[in-house]
């Protein structure tokens, strides 16, 4: 009888290894699951599978493998919301009792992307050849991230593939429906502060110098009001050091990047957003309806909690809640419930903790972090529409306040010089 090399999971997520002798990979896979594992991995022994906790490159000697070019992300993109369509489509075929390859079949025909359209038919081809789906998703990180992979991974184990692929795109629609709202928030403030401030440099570079030199001359000598003189002192510094500014402003940028590229300095600016009132309330609920929404998806598809854990780490921008779930990752590893890991970090509030702990006790968990998901989006909305109603007001009174100035202090010597006039 044949053996097979299997890499799995207990029900408190530790990653086992070994290999078990079966008739064919179903018939391994289903013994597992009777002994009360979550195989991730199930292949014959010739196949070298990477052991546990290690990861290691299993490179095909497949020529069409071999050979396969990938192009750059940039050259062939795909849209999460392609992405989301076709998720859902799938998960409609196979619920319909179509065999998952057909299903692919049919979609590859429709499908209008081309990145898509070829990952679809290679896909189908190594399924064909005799991998599971999870593994020919794989074979395209730059398409399908590891949180997609390990909830079909789980579907496949637990033979509810249809239904896991529904709840993935129904998390992938809520997901860009959060994305699309903070966007929303962040773009406009941003887009009046830049076209403002652009109409300020013009009239400091273009129009200030030129009334400069109608006072010199009508003024006869006289000294300029005290504003007036602000005003200009402020056009010529512009004028004359423009390259200055703009060698700070891109150190700045530069700087950014620098600190995103280190743990430490997203922490560090990540800190710095929380810490603005009303940007740092709109961060805070999409940063924890993510975190609630991603583990609650991954733990009701049958994904085991600490791999659930470890792959929203790596899904989330923030790292002062990703530190958190690393911490909450190791508590649990070492026997502690959730609860208090959660209710001592200060970036989830008091009713996070309290919903947690009524779904470890109910054993309801899963349920209740897609509650708590959904209550914190509730939050993210009336914080996009509380900021959009402050924001709108501030920023007219601050190009007032600017502008105004600026007409008051061209506007002063004027008054002496029809004075002198009259």
Do not use: C
């Not at 810490?275 to 805070?284: D, V, Y």
């Not at 109603?389 to 008051?408: D, F, K, Q, R, Y």
Request: proline share 6%; no cysteine.
């Amino acid at each position: 009888m044949p053996r097979f090399n299997y890499i799995a999971h207990d029900i408190n997520g530790q990653e086992k290894s070994g290999s078990i002798s079966a008739a064919d990979q179903s018939a391994a896979t289903e013994q597992l699951k009777s002994k009360g594992l979550f195989p991730t991995e199930v292949k014959g022994t010739d196949l070298k599978l990477p052991t546990a906790g290690k990861k290691e490159t299993v490179k095909s000697k497949s020529p069409r493998l071999s050979t396969e070019i990938y192009l750059p992300a940039v050259l062939t993109p795909v849209r999460p919301k392609q992405l989301m369509v076709l998720t859902r489509q799938l998960a409609t075929l196979i619920h319909a009792g179509l065999p998952l390859l057909r299903a692919l079949q049919v979609l590859e025909r429709q499908e209008s992307n081309a990145a898509l359209k070829k990952a679809i038919r290679q896909i189908a081809d190594s399924i064909e050849g005799g991998s599971t789906f999870a593994d020919a998703l794989g074979e395209h990180p730059r398409i399908f991230n590891r949180l997609y992979i390990n909830m079909v991974k789980a579907g496949e184990a637990g033979g509810v593939l249809d239904v896991v692929l529904e709840r993935l795109a129904s998390y992938m629609e809520k997901a860009q429906k959060l994305r699309n709202r903070v966007k929303s928030a962040m773009t406009y403030p941003l887009v009046v502060l830049l076209a403002s401030s652009a109409i300020m440099i013009f009239l400091m570079v273009a129009i200030i110098p030129k009334f400069e030199t109608i006072f010199a001359d009508m003024l006869d000598g006289r000294s300029l009001p005290p504003l007036t003189l602000y005003v200009m002192g402020i056009s010529e510094n512009i004028k004359n050091h423009w390259p200055i500014g703009l060698g700070v402003l891109i150190g700045l940028f530069f700087l950014m990047v620098l600190l995103k590229r280190s743990h430490t300095g997203r922490y560090m600016l990540d800190s710095i957003i929380l810490s603005i009132p009303p940007f740092g309330k709109l961060t805070r609920f999409s940063a924890l309806a993510r975190f609630a929404r991603t583990l609650g998806t991954l733990m009701e598809s049958g994904v085991p909690v600490l791999q659930a854990l470890t792959i929203v780490k790596d899904t989330l921008s923030n790292e002062i809640v990703s530190r958190a779930v690393q911490d909450i990752h190791d508590s649990i590893k070492e026997g502690e419930p959730m609860t208090a890991p959660v209710e001592t970090h200060r970036i989830f509030p008091p009713i996070f903790g309290g919903m947690v702990e009524v779904g470890e006790e109910t054993g309801e968990l899963p349920a209740m972090l897609l509650k708590t998901a959904d209550m914190y989006e509730d939050e993210v909305d009336n914080a996009v529409a509380g900021l959009s109603s402050i924001i709108e007001p501030v920023l007219i009174v601050i190009l007032a306040l600017v502008v105004g100035t600026i007409v008051i202090a061209m506007f002063l010597p004027m008054v002496s010089i029809i004075g002198n006039l009259s």
